[in-house]
């Protein structure tokens, strides 16, 4: 058996969770039939105490639904790959870190895109472990190290990736877990291994939805796993522009990134004291 996984690593579960619950819907944005037995036997009880967080009996919500926000975010960089992908010029789609992801298995690929998924040991373990025989419909790569180990650029490079050429990257479930210091780290190295051109995707949360007394239910639940949210910022694409990307942030709901599921309203950009969650994507300088 693999290695147990531990708090931060467990939040891919949840993600798997509600991606098998995505798929179990008549009207699903997606489909994903390993996320199922990614989940495990841990992912569903994750999910039941973040249901019940976010829709309390006998009570309004007054929290996001972090149902419809997974099935948006995973549809939105569902399209942006499949896109990058199409654009002859991709030859390396980078996950990191990749979770319980299954992109790479139930999606198609070109025969010339090299997928690579960056995660630690145990989570990559545990996935292969989970898998079993299925097969990847790309030429995958496993990176298994961890995003703040020193070397993991050069275990990179070793499985294949050229810091020469175009690339994609996506960071998903991943900036609003680490302090502020390491989310500004991990976009400069991802950066420095980003030739001109390379396309890059990502989500965070603002400032003040790690504050918020009306978040306080889910931001418990997280911090009682072990895992709090960390880092959250208004200006993401100021934050991007610092390391050479030039990007975009849409927020769940406003066009393109709505599917008709998002079920709250879409706060202007210039409101302040209200909690936003941000897609942002776009191109190395």
């Known amino acids: 058996m693999s290695t147990p996984l531990d708090a931060v690593e467990r939040t891919a579960l949840l993600t798997a969770a509600l991606r098998a619950a995505e798929t179990r819907r008549a009207d699903r944005l997606y489909e994903d039939p390993h996320a199922a037995g990614l989940a495990g036997e841990i992912g569903p009880d994750l999910l039941a105490e973040v249901r019940l967080a976010t829709f309390p009996p006998g009570r309004e919500r007054t929290l996001p639904s972090t149902p419809d926000y997974n099935a948006i975010r995973t549809r939105f960089f569902d399209d942006l790959l499949q896109e990058a992908a199409a654009d002859p010029g991709t030859t390396q789609i980078v996950l990191a870190p990749a979770g319980m992801d299954s992109r790479a298995y139930r999606l198609d690929w070109p025969e010339r895109v090299r997928w690579f998924e960056v995660d630690r040991p145990a989570v990559l373990a545990y996935k292969a472990e989970r898998l079993g025989a299925a097969r990847p419909r790309a ?5 298994a190290v961890d995003l703040t180990a020193p070397d993991w650029e050069a275990r990179l490079e070793a499985a294949g990736y050229d810091p020469a050429v175009p690339s994609t990257w996506l960071l998903e479930g991943l900036l609003y877990y680490v302090p ?9 190295r991802v950066a420095a291994v980003s030739a001109p051109g390379s396309r890059i995707a990502a989500d965070l949360v603002n400032a003040a939805a790690l504050t918020l007394p009306h978040m306080r239910g889910l931001l418990d639940v997280f911090a009682g796993w072990g895992c709090p949210w960390l880092f959250g910022t208004d200006e993401p694409e100021e934050l991007f522009a610092r390391y050479g990307f030039d990007v975009r942030a849409a927020q769940p709901g406003e066009p393109g990134a709505d599917f008709g599921r998002w079920p709250d309203p879409v706060p202007p950009r210039g409101e302040r004291g209200v909690r936003r969650v941000f897609f942002v994507h776009g191109r190395r300088r």
Request: hydrophobic share 35%.
């Open 139 to 143: 030429d995958h790569r496993r990176v």
């Open 180 to 188: 502020e210091a390491d989310a500004h780290r991990v976009l400069e």
